[in-house]
């Protein structure tokens, strides 16, 4: 097959994951033109005024996610819900990959390595799936060479940015719908415990056709974490690491539902399960 044909498959609704899990491994051998080093594929999102945040209550969200072990402060740090006016902008379709970031740290000789590459070396097969474990540290670093690299702004998201491209104008609970579907994204429930290829799991596209934006890896976005205009600040577990307090978003294949919520404000703690990833963003729609 070709590069083509695999990337249908890949992001076909035609085959089940399996099929398209391999098809990855096959395209990430072959050369997946989706993820050029140098030119991330991104999709835009027209500047609005938009609500960002968490309307419900906290033991609304206790109730719907019962059994998972939350506990309310986790989800009051979504709380209250907030207008923010948004300029045009373009995000990621895809998550970062770890060929992308080869790319970066062949260039440089950057020591942030991840922790996911086997004695320090990334394995061909897993070239396209989503970098992980990168620091908050790391995922600037990238987004800065990759801007010195190519001359145009690239930086991490906002926070409320990811959140609008992963629920878009309708306010979504997952990028889909409001209902979890575990064939959508990449989480514990999908039983596959480990990364997958981006965009595999194309039924989960966010409005604005962004993949992987509940689940696969969790994501960076720009800045400490602050409470919302309004709010309180909620210090829990998170803030007793040994670094800031990086918000994270969308979840990952280690975690859970909840964490996959486009509201979920969540973080790096300290254990090997926390897969941290994350997207770039450029302003202006072109």
């Known amino acids: 097959m070709s590069v083509d044909q695999w990337i249908a498959v890949v992001e076909g609704v035609e085959d089940g994951i399996a099929e398209r899990i391999l098809a990855g491994h096959f395209l990430a051998m072959a050369g997946d033109r989706r993820l050029d080093p140098l030119l991330p594929v991104t999709q835009p999102v027209p500047g609005a005024e938009v609500t960002i945040g968490l309307q419900a209550n906290v033991d609304e ?47 440089t000789g950057y020591e942030g390595i991840p922790t996911a590459w086997p004695q320090g070396r ?54 889909w719908g409001d209902d979890f579907l575990p064939d959508h994204a990449n989480t514990v429930e999908s039983g596959l415990f480990a990364s997958t290829p981006v965009g595999a799991f194309v039924r989960g596209a966010s409005p604005f056709d962004c993949l992987d934006m509940a689940g696969n890896v969790e994501e960076w976005v720009s800045g400490v974490y602050q409470p919302y205009p309004g709010g309180r600040r909620v210090d829990d577990d998170l803030a007793t690491c040994p670094w800031p307090h990086h918000v994270a978003r969308g979840g990952s294949f280690t975690r859970c539902r909840d964490l996959a919520r486009t509201r979920r404000r969540h973080g790096r703690f300290a254990r090997d399960i926390y897969v941290m990833g994350f997207r770039v963003a450029i302003d202006g729609l072109e």
């Open 122 to 175: 990334l394995p061909d097969f897993l070239s396209n799936h989503p970098v992980h474990t990168v620091s908050y540290d790391d995922a600037v670093a990238y987004t800065r060479w990759l801007a010195a690299t190519t001359g145009q702004p690239w930086r991490l998201p906002t926070e409320a940015e990811w959140e609008y491209a992963a629920r878009g104008p309708d306010g979504r609970e997952f990028p």
């Open 61 to 107: 969200v206790l109730r719907r996610y019962a059994g998972l072990g939350l506990r309310p402060e986790w989800i009051e740090k979504e709380r209250p819900a907030h207008r923010v006016r948004l300029d045009d902008y373009r995000i990621g379709r895809y998550p970062v990959s770890h060929g992308q970031y080869a790319a970066f740290i062949a260039d």
